[in-house]
């Protein structure tokens, strides 16, 4: 069984789009260590809704913090601190997505960043959505996975743009799982459609 890591090359790029049709695609279990604000409508609560199968299983949050910030800063206001041996990945037979916050290097205390909590043997996936900037945040995040050694690949998310999609393909060399439209809506249905495209990508 494998574990899958979703980072973004920023916020709001679409990685819990992108975990649920993997999770979909797989029938994986789903996990996100940690949220960071909107707890009544979380990131867990969301692919929830968007999974179809009967065989994922959601698990807990390692830390569920109330505002929606940097986790570091979003920790110093619960009160609490962030400690890399409290999070603890979930025992599972299945395979296992799990969805960072933020990209790559969002602080979790004053020394571990999102990345510290990447085993070597995981398969890391990037969204990457296009806007000003976006090549270089892209290029930046599989250039510091490359270097680490991870196997990456990568996963496209709204409208295409084929200049910025070519250059990152051509100077990254990795695998691209496919793109993810700028869709109306997401539902069941929709994610189901998707998980059925990428799936021999994965």
Same mark, same amino acid.
């Given at each position: 069984m494998k574990t899958y890591f979703i980072t973004g090359i920023s916020t709001e790029v679409g990685k819990t789009v992108a975990a649920a049709i993997v999770t979909e695609a797989l029938q994986a279990?789903?996990?996100?260590?940690?949220?960071?604000?909107?707890?009544?409508?979380?990131?867990?609560?969301?692919v929830q809704r968007f999974i179809s199968n009967s065989r994922s299983v959601f698990h807990q949050n390692a830390y569920a913090l109330h505002?929606?910030?940097?986790? #570091?800063?979003?920790?110093?206001?619960d009160g609490i601190h962030i400690n890399l041996?409290?999070? &603890?990945v979930p025992k599972t037979d299945n395979?296992?997505?799990?969805?960072?916050?933020?990209?790559?290097?969002v602080p979790l205390n004053d020394c571990d960043t999102i990345l510290d909590i990447i085993e070597p043997d995981y398969k890391v996936i990037v969204v990457s959505r296009h806007y000003l900037g976006s090549i270089n945040h892209?290029?930046?995040?599989?250039?510091?996975?490359?270097?680490k050694g991870f196997d990456v690949s990568l996963i496209?998310?709204?409208?295409? #743009?084929?200049?910025?999609e070519s250059i990152i393909k051509k100077m990254?060399?990795?695998?691209? &799982?496919?793109r993810i439209e700028e869709e109306p809506y997401f539902d069941q249905n929709?994610?189901?459609e998707y998980a059925e495209k990428f799936v021999e990508k994965l």
């Open positions: 279990d789903y996990w996100k260590p940690v949220q960071a604000g909107d707890l009544d409508n979380s990131d867990t609560h969301k505002t929606p910030m940097s986790p #570091h800063a979003a920790a110093e206001i041996k409290d999070i &603890i395979h296992l997505v799990i969805e960072g916050a933020g990209g790559l290097l892209t290029l930046l995040t599989i250039n510091l996975l490359q270097e496209f998310s709204g409208d295409e #743009h084929p200049t910025t990254t060399n990795v695998n691209v &799982i496919g929709i994610i189901k």
